[in-house]
């Protein structure tokens, strides 16, 4: 991310018409949407600007709702290959492939795009800046089949999600996030104590190697976050955790070939401003991993 | 593995002389392991053959189950640096790179030798097949402080591990085991129908692509087991979930950024006359695996 | 349930007239639901009868939605005062406790009436025959934050699920679902074989027992599921797992008080026509259950 | 337990003398355990009493061991019947029901007793404190299956667990151990916050209600541990968790009879000086608990 980027308690408190000037393209062509937000300001960090657009949007009448949604282009249809598309939306249709689709695909998507206006009215909307051409098709054609009541709240989720993600790209978030760890041995009942671990960040199919830890007495990392402040920024990251050592420095019993060995662990961040808490729970035949706090 | 290797049937029923010149070395220059298990035969398989040597070895005399322990040569140890190994141990050190130890690693695991050695009376026994030096020093230190009344349970454990694994050298095993999935959606309670997989085998560092699939709606293969009879082999795998797409396309809440996307999930196959059962539960914040059945 | 209900057969099958009169009352006050739902008919389960009306619910105008959600009573409002609620209602609301309000609730309910019906021109809606006067409470205060369009779907699928059990309350289901249960042991990555669990019915503050098992090799009940057909209704369960003593027989590290030794596992079945998988993953540390299939 | 017992702390800085006398039978009829366990001392707390008394044993020669075991009585045997076990012994065979063995039940045991020490050449040992007769039989059946290695440090296990039930009786813990909670939101990825729970003590098929919390937001319980200091007793405890409620208020799609609602989650506290840590992760359709820290 670019250096010069203004910060999140900067970006809260622009007067008035710099913060609709800078945020208006958030919500695509509806500068109203950050005007209005505006008033419940000022703002400390990007999550709460977030927090304000949207209840604007969620409490808007039905008409500027729809209105909101139809300012949206198709994707991969006319107004992209004609170029006309908002430098945004350009942007995002590239990074998911759209701009370079199969002919078939292409009418695939021409149809997909008439059927849904025809039932719904407005537009398919997809946050598409980390999904694939596999993963909109198939969304396309799961919705598709929805109730409008239904489908138009996932539009509005779906621009919601567009939206923070743009927000992310005008200023820097606030540096109040961090990633932790914590390995419990579910065989044992104990921290998973001297586990090997490594932490790193996942783009363009090469993983960048950002730490190496091993856990204290009580299964976390010594030293306290993995990661935070600048250093923890959205995007895809995987934990390494060499847990086949651990059971057999431990005497858990486990198999010549062990079941559980290295376990990779793959976690997207959506938002750099919150805690996100990635655990392990494992014994040598089983493990799962959630979101904690 | 090489094609004119023994089936597991014609192994289990060699007459009693070649059986234990055939199976002579599972068990570390002790031929009266196999001697003894044969008994126990004819077998129709290698798990049975397995059990009964380790059977014999269980019931054994403490003097004749030191005696076993007592013919396993140090790791990295003298008889290692003269060449003086069994042809399998031989194998079985190199490939944990026992064989190129810094001077350093070597005074380490002479120490530890040593120390081991004086302690308990015999050799540190550990199953190196699969292991790295880290896996080895790791256990080595781990295990130093245990009773010996545990220690040799330990060993004993592991010097069946390493029989396994040379069991699995000298025969083809019967084609009866077999890989199945099966992936349910915890947040929905329901299976997780229409999900996109794969399966690689995972060896020397690369990845070698065995099958894809979209699951049916009983959140299960179709076709049947993923993996069987001869294509089912000892090593380590990896299924990878493309849980993202399915979350977007059945309008599970999920990030812009997801913090679950594509969820690799490795494992390893220690007897491939088993049935391996090897789930996912998975939402949108959290998923589990285990070893079923 | 009283033995002269007909059967889902029969209730599927019956001509039109007689189909709306029977099932007008299902969804409240609006008997066009049935009617139309019948034109997809005949029915073979009323798993079928339900979702073809609730797809006639799904694909109403916006208007016929509305007309629907306010034919509802308000929950412990002036008509269910004054006596003037449907049969169904009467009885749902006396279920839940509702008609024995003290005062103070009674006035928290008529506040909250008048601010929900305020604010989103429709009653609060929530099928209440499993619900207490606290989660009614619980409900209404957490959802009168919502935005209209998601409250409006709340309402909508609420009504769906009151109309499933009043459905129930006219017709026995299909005998086609069944019960069953599966226990691994996380800690050794088997199946849990000779563990001991019961089952029972919960109801009205009584237990019932139902069925006593050890499970087979596979860690599942011997003689397949533990209910079916008409034994399998709707309501709450129970069953029993007998961990503890399954640890202590197969040697598993536990402490002298067992950290999980009786684990009793409370779940509710709601479709008596599915089949419903209520696993249990235990190691002496750790367990976990989900709804698989 | 009584108030005059004398403190963790009191115990801990006994002379030897006295501190082998109070501790002498804790190890039955083997007082040298505490006697050479004195030389680690002084101690803080019970648990570091606990485990120099089980270090010494476990570093002890295999004659003492075998002495340690054979000191032991007969479960159910001939000094039990004659009135002939120390009273610590009688106790605890008492409070498991194997002072009222039927005909068939005492002569299982003693065929059992026979059998058992004629393979080990010791008696069955097994904490039965907190033991039924199905618990003690069923690890009789399993335990004498196994190998003499194995079930030497079975019995030793075994032992050390009777000490530390007995040494609970003797002091007061130091007052260090708590108990804490944590529910998190596996269908959202978010603490569960504002979730009801309570806690209750489960003993002699009796509830005894300790305490009702609201989770705050961070989904743990205002004002702190759950229990800690002198109100932490070793024991059977139960989780209430109304997570039916919580659903509801929070949207979360449930049928209209909760797969899950009120959970109720039994755990045992061994170690009342310990932290313990009782989570639960639950989606509407799936729920987790383990032994935290």
Not at 5 to 13: E, N, S
Not at 29 to 58: Q, R
Not at 189 to 202: D, I, K
Request: glycine fraction near 8%.
């Amino acid at each position: 991310m670019a250096h010069d980027l203004p910060t999140a308690a900067a970006l809260g408190h622009l007067p008035k018409e710099e913060f609709a000037k800078t945020l208006g393209g958030i919500y695509e062509n509806s500068i109203w949407v950050a005007e209005a937000a505006f008033e419940a300001g000022p703002f400390g960090n990007l999550t709460d600007i977030a927090k304000a657009m949207a209840a604007v949007v969620a409490s808007a009448s039905d008409e500027q709702q729809l209105a909101l949604l139809n300012a949206h282009p198709d994707l991969a249809g006319k107004a992209a290959v004609a170029g006309a598309l908002t430098v945004a939306s350009t942007e995002e249709q590239a990074k998911a492939g759209l701009d370079s689709l199969t002919e078939a695909e292409m009418e695939t998507f021409t149809r997909l795009n008439t059927e849904y206006r025809a039932k719904f009215g407005f537009p398919f909307i997809i946050a598409v800046r980390n999904a694939t051409k596999r993963t909109i098709l198939g969304a396309f054609e799961g919705r598709i089949n929805n109730s409008i009541g239904v489908e138009k709240l996932q539009c509005l989720a779906q621009v919601d999600k567009i939206a923070w993600m743009r927000l992310l790209n005008v200023a820097k978030p606030a540096p109040t996030g961090f990633l932790t760890c914590h390995i419990l041995d579910t065989a044992r009942g104990c921290p998973a104590a001297g586990l090997r671990l490594t932490l790193s960040r996942l783009h363009d199919n090469r993983s960048e190697l950002l730490g190496e830890w091993v856990t204290n007495s009580d299964g976390r990392l010594p030293g306290g976050p993995a990661l935070k402040g600048e250093t923890f920024q959205a995007g895809t990251y995987c934990w390494n955790f060499y847990a086949g050592d651990y059971f057999a420095a431990n005497c858990l019993p486990i198999s010549g070939q062990p079941f559980l060995d290295m376990i990779p662990l793959h976690f997207g961040i959506d938002n750099p401003e919150d805690h996100y808490h990635v655990p392990l729970l494992c014994s040598p035949w089983s493990f799962s991993t959630y979101r904690g706090s």
